[in-house]
């Protein structure tokens, strides 16, 4: 999972862009130091999503699209692990949307 995300991560951060090749499985293991199996299983997981595809005997790419699958699927996750529960705490706590609203640009006037 963490290498998957490493790799999402440089994609959504245009470190690595459309038709980028991805470092090698071998380079992978050697700069994070983990397990071989554990490299490949992260990046099945982003083939499996359409996010990375296979040249045979020349390695891993960044397929098109990739970063917009990658920030569907995030936006996705946002709402259901951050805004859901905010905004059933929000009721709870009888914090009305202008209120939210309001703490949200407090909060990100902040030091960033």
Same mark, same amino acid.
């Given at each position: &999972?963490?290498?998957?995300?490493? =790799?999402?991560?440089? =994609? #959504? ?11 090698? /499985? ?6 994070? $130091?983990?397990?071989?199996? /554990?490299?490949? $299983? !992260? %990046? ?9 595809? +296979? $040249?045979? !005997? #020349?390695? &891993?790419?960044? *397929?098109?699209? @990739? $970063?917009?699958?990658? &920030?569907? +699927? ?8 951050? #805004? ?5 705490? *929000?009721? +709870?706590? !009888? %914090?009305?949307?202008?209120? %939210? @609203? ?6 990100? !006037?902040?030091?960033?």
């Amino acid at each position: &999972m963490q290498i998957r995300d490493k =790799i999402e991560d440089q =994609i #959504v951060n245009d470190q690595l862009k459309e038709q980028d090749q991805v470092p090698s /499985t071998n380079q992978l293991v050697q700069f994070y $130091k983990i397990n071989h199996i /554990t490299v490949a $299983k !992260g %990046i099945n997981m982003l083939v499996d999503e359409g996010i990375l595809f +296979k $040249k045979r !005997g #020349v390695g &891993m790419f960044v *397929a098109e699209g @990739a $970063k917009e699958i990658i &920030m569907r +699927k995030r936006r996705s996750a946002f709402v259901d692990e951050y #805004v859901l529960p905010l905004v059933l705490e *929000a009721e +709870k706590l !009888g %914090i009305s949307e202008a209120e %939210i @609203a309001a703490l949200i640009k407090e909060t990100k !006037g902040r030091d960033q």
